[in-house]
């Protein structure tokens, strides 16, 4: 034990004699570890993310086009679709003989970024992720009417939104808007939990409301519940009811009356009225079936649809070619990364190898004092294997870093929400070759510095 711990101090001594170069060659190893378990991570996380997306749905239907482009514009909210599902096929596939159930989605607006996602009550039903998980709510409820808006977790979190705050909604995707709908002041009403997929991402309001804010004659605030012919009636009404409550509460200060921010309850317990009204087409819809035999046959059929070309996907065969199509790609990235490990590793071999002839003196005094050529042997050994744990240890801090600074990036952008975890046992297993890699490239120099005899380095050549 003793000795071991000799020999441990003697390579650390010898190490930091040399700072530069070896401080030079520990950065190098440091890159190429978080090089290669960041795209570890990154291909791994980004194929989880994918597939936990979307689960239980057995077709996805939208204006034709590729079927990568239609799964990543209504499912991932990556890319848009140019055409779109006119409501009468829609109404015409959803009567199909096997269909269980449907979800219809719009999508083109937006809000501070964030996509928002128009849909009917099926949408929390039937929507599922994961391992078929059923969506659940964080707080509050569904939609009921036009003016009231369903957040995903992130959206809430990031804009510090709560239930009963009013939000509007812009008409346009990502940051660009082009129009923003302030006649329609949106209610939260719900708050979902989080799912770890694009939805969290994502805000969601009724279709009759997408349908009323892009009527070209659209000019009058949607009312809730109310028809058109109530709206002069209704909004006196509702000012008499909110003054009403108000003044009660100052009176009596019940809280039943009021929710802890001091909207009416009444607007966040209303009744599910018309969440559809009559739009004239729709982004995509979503179809489960009673029976795979259902899926081929409807999906056979939308495929040859005669009144509009539309264009029939089964998800996880869609998500298959993805990651075909993305395989070589891996593979390059993968090749690119063990490449930068073995530079990094034949840069501390080169290291090791160049400095020892400056050592011999010093290898030769240490024979002098008793040490046998193993021992030397063992000390050249322990150097490679000490620089290749720093610079493991190096990259595995760089990594995490990494990976805290490029989360919040892609999920934004590509929806891929990273694992800020411990290692796993593949990445561990990277770091275990990476270090039998470098011990094996220290053997060099420590089998030439094995043979080296006393008088060879105690000699004087001119």
């Known amino acids: ?25 520990l950065c190098t190893i440091a890159i190429s570890v978080m090089l290669l378990l960041s795209i570890e991570r990154v291909r791994h996380d980004a194929k989880s993310s994918f597939s936990n997306t979307i689960s239980g749905t057995d077709l996805i239907v939208g204006a034709r086009t590729g079927d990568i482009q239609l799964l990543l514009s209504s499912v991932f909210r990556i890319g848009h679709t140019n055409n779109a599902v006119s409501w009468k096929s829609y109404l015409d596939i959803k009567e199909r003989k096997g269909v269980a159930w449907t979800i219809p989605i719009s999508l083109g607006d937006s809000h501070k970024g964030h996509a928002v996602l128009g849909t009917d009550a099926t949408y929390f039903t039937h929507y599922r992720y994961g391992k078929k998980q059923h969506l659940a709510f964080q707080n509050g409820r569904a939609f009921h009417n036009a003016q009231e808006v369903v957040l995903g977790s992130d959206v809430a979190n990031k804009l510090h939104y709560h239930i009963g705050q009013q939000i509007v909604i812009s008409h346009g995707m990502g940051n660009t808007s082009f129009h923003h709908h302030d006649d329609n002041p949106m209610t939260i009403v719900g708050i979902l939990a989080p799912t770890g997929t694009p939805v969290d991402k994502t805000l969601h309001i009724p279709l009759i409301a997408v349908d009323a804010m892009h009527k070209p004659s659209h000019t009058q605030p949607m009312m809730i519940g109310k028809k058109p012919q109530q709206n002069d009636h209704a909004q006196h009404q509702h000012a008499e009811d909110h003054n009403s409550h108000h003044n009660e509460h100052d009176e ?6 009021h929710d802890e921010h001091g909207h009416p309850h009444g607007t966040l317990d209303s009744e599910p ?5 009559s739009p004239n087409q729709i982004t995509a819809f979503l179809m489960g079936f009673d029976s795979p035999l259902y899926t081929l046959q409807v999906r056979r059929n939308i495929n040859m649809y005669k009144a509009e070309p539309l264009l029939a996907i ?3 065969l869609t998500l298959r070619e993805l990651w075909e199509m993305l395989d070589i790609v891996e593979k390059i990235l993968l090749l690119f990364s063990i490449v930068v490990v073995l530079v990094s590793l034949l840069g501390m071999l080169t290291t090791l190898l160049a400095t020892l002839s400056q050592r011999r003196r010093e290898l030769a005094i240490l024979r002098s004092v008793g040490a046998r050529p193993i021992h030397i ?4 050994s322990s150097e490679a294997i000490l620089i290749t744990f720093m610079g493991c240890l190096a990259g595995c801090f760089l990594f995490y870093g990494l990976l805290f600074t490029a989360n919040p990036l892609l999920q934004s952008q590509f929806g891929i929400s990273l694992t800020i975890g411990w290692l796993s046992n593949y990445e561990l297993t990277l770091l275990g070759v990476i270090m039998s890699a470098g011990t094996l490239m220290g053997l060099l120099p420590a089998a030439r510095a094995y043979f080296y005899s006393l008088a060879d380095g105690m000699s004087i050549k001119i």
């Open 1 to 25: 034990m003793g000795y071991d711990m000799t020999l441990l101090k003697l390579a650390i001594k010898s190490t930091l004699n040399r700072k530069a170069s070896v401080l030079l060659t």
């Open 252 to 257: 009596h200060d019940e809280h039943d009356e």
């Open 273 to 277: 009225s018309d969440l559809v009204g």
């Open 314 to 316: 089964m998800p996880g």
């Open 377 to 380: 042997f063992a000390l050249m």
